[in-house]
């Protein structure tokens, strides 16, 4: 059993910064793929970004991409996501999830991550 529980969520303005971090207790989270997925009012949850074991390899949605930055310690057991240049648009409810199958290639698809956080809000404001 794997508990993944977030922080770091908070109100912003337009152009600010956050960073999120998530600590998974449980498990070998060394070994894992983690991912962070957002949820936004309304809205289904969408992935933001991804990171191998080894945090060597890295994936993020497009819309993100060139502002926000994964990254993990593992001997700190904690996946974190830097968020710089934040929009209202990316105001949502913030989730990190692991996927324990070792040998699959980073992935995009909610369903292949078998542990979830509670989730952090983030709002950005105009």
């Known amino acids: 059993q794997v508990v993944l529980v977030e922080s770091g969520g908070g109100l912003v303005q337009a152009g600010g910064s956050l960073r999120l971090s998530c600590v998974a207790s449980g498990g070998t989270f060394s070994s894992y793929a983690m991912g962070w997925f957002r949820q936004a009012p309304g809205k289904e949850r969408e992935f933001v970004a991804a990171?191998?074991?080894?945090?060597?390899?890295?994936d993020y949605a497009d819309s993100v991409k060139g502002r926000f930055t994964i990254s993990r310690d593992n001997a700190k057991n904690t996946v974190y996501l830097q968020m710089n240049s934040l929009k209202p648009e990316d105001t949502a409810v913030y989730y990190c999830?692991?996927?324990?199958?070792?040998?699959?290639?980073?992935?995009?698809?909610?369903?292949?991550?078998?542990?979830w956080g509670q989730g952090t809000q983030v709002t950005v404001s105009s």
């Open positions: 990171i191998r074991w080894s945090g060597g390899s890295t």
């Open positions: 999830a692991a996927d324990t199958t070792i040998w699959r290639p980073l992935d995009r698809a909610e369903r292949d991550y078998d542990y």
